[in-house]
């Protein structure tokens, strides 16, 4: 056991609220569960190092100044975090009608009944800091859209972290049958902060889901996470992550088919700069049959940094006429960047239609030279040429102002990449 | 308007250049024939800037600028231009975001002001036109799929495009059919204004019939071994480069 699990577990024993019961059960299961090092599978390629002995603050109250990212056209409803702390109120926010937002933190009964059919539901115990977000995020949102109610308004859940504090907060979302949401998990900040956030999704049958989750922390950052998922019969869901590299930064998706007919598309792009560390887990589980699985995540490393894919797709004896994809693209810009990429294919039933792949590139110096020699920067035909399998994620993303947003964005950061 | 004086030039370590002058004035046409392996494409490579192809001394002097100081970028931006022996395919790149991007590039470096999109479609659809390439080529990725001619008169599209002053073209003349061939020379004789001057680096006289040089080079072995006028290339169409070695020794 390191020195910051220990204060957790420290910390957690003192909490008293109506999660206590669960809290108390994570708490047991962290007692027992062993630090992760190089040798524990899931931690294989991200090290856990810079964790282990750190002790920062926890904020007591939030911050005045608690602005979220402006996204033009977006027109979404935000609920805002600062340091774990919220800074919305959300009792004062105008909701259209099938569409409730309730703090975790002062939940009436009637709440933290519904809330705990979420709570813990999708999300598999595994998890080491999953367990940690269990005993630990006394914040976060319970999210309910009515059995079909089509929400217009895009749901923007922002989590802000500062330098030197640490911070857990959670996302339960529950979408009634036929309902649609657009739902989006947006986490930044610059400095030293430690944070962790997990969001728990139940998908009604023919609802659909539209999400996003941004983990754009700076390179000092230490930010582990994930977005779970459980899909309804005939659901759907169009998920996009974005991540940009911190000291540390883990995220995982899971998706579970519990119902047939279910159709997941999952998008992950990163770009990672200077010593920048992206690590994507995803678990895909088909345990009924007719379900289809598209994920496509693609990425650019530069300098020394590092990205991890390992993605999974587990279709189960029962499975039968499942479709899945799995594709991980990668760009290397430099000698120094690495890409540890494990895109696997577990199958126990015979009639399913599979196919899965990883691609690492590098730059291709002779095309480069031949843009060059007709007045091209470098700069400019290095996002010629290298910019379009992500920019193509970028456009797939179904909410057209946050791709005018994120764009740009992602252009400028590949720009300021180091190449050599 | 492009003074070489002793350059030598290696790739790999191995000398390739080894003590090469060559002026070149405005509006001339100097025309390099040899043997092959002797250095020609090499000569096109290190004045564009190659990485690998290391001039190891020498000067160019290119419009008053130290050549061999730029990158290979500002060298095009600054005027020189080499249509390429083997143009690369580069697939995920349409000829015409590349067009684009490179005809604005020139421009701006020029001062001149950015065409509007009309302007631009206007002037690459008569290019394409001028070097009889459908005009459908523009939204294929660069060189992607195209015939060896096609990607020969595709080079001479930019060239037409981007008004460089020095024009280098690497064997345009290679692989081409006998119409393709007039319509590459018709494209390089329509720039030749009395200022643009090119180097235009041929095994065969038949280019030379449609683009009157006004100078012959022999480059041989990594140096200019005889220069002379448009008869000279008529000499080796006739009796091939035999005579080099006996020239070689003589010089020994
Ligand atoms: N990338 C390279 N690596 C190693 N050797 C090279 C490379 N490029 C060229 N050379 C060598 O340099 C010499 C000159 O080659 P270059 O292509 O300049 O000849 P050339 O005169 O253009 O010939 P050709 O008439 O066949 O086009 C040759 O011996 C060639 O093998
Ligand atoms: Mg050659």
Redesign the interface.
Known sequence: MSQWLANVIDRASSVNDWLSPVRQEALTRLKSTSWPTRRTEEWRYTSLHALANLTLNEATNSKALAEAPVVSNLNSIDIVFVDGVPATDLTALNLPAGLTIHSLANASEAIQQQASKVFNQVKPDAHLFGLVNDALALQGVFINVAAGVQLEQPIRVVNLVSAGIESHNRVLVNLGANAQATIIEHGAGQGNSMNTAFAEYVIGTEAKLEHYRFALHGEEAIHIGGCHFKMGESSRLNSTIVGYGSQISRIDTDVVHAAEHALAKMNCIYLLGPKEHFDLHSLIEHVVPNGTTEQNARGIVGDKARAVFSGRILIHRDAQKTLAELHNRNLLMSRGAQISTTPALEIYADDVQCAHGATIAEIA???L??????????K??LI??NF??IQELVSQMPNKALAAWLEPLLRERFATMESE | MLSIKNLHASIEGKEILKGLNLNVKPGEVHAIMGPNGAGKSTLGYVLSGREEYEATSGKVEFEQRDLLELEVDERARAGLFLAFQYPVEIPGVSNMEFLKESVSAARKERGQEQLTAAEFLKAARAACEQVNLPVEFLRRGVNEGFSGGEKKRNEIMQMIMLEPTLCILDESDSGLDIDALKVVADGVNSQRDGKRSFIVITHYQRLLDFIQPDFVHILADGKIAKSGGPELAKEVEASGYAWLENHEEANA
Request: aromatic share 16%; net charge negative; proline share 0%.
């Open positions: 110096e002779e095309d030279y031949y843009l060059q020699a007709r007045g091209i920067s470098r400019q035909a010629m040429l379009g399998f």
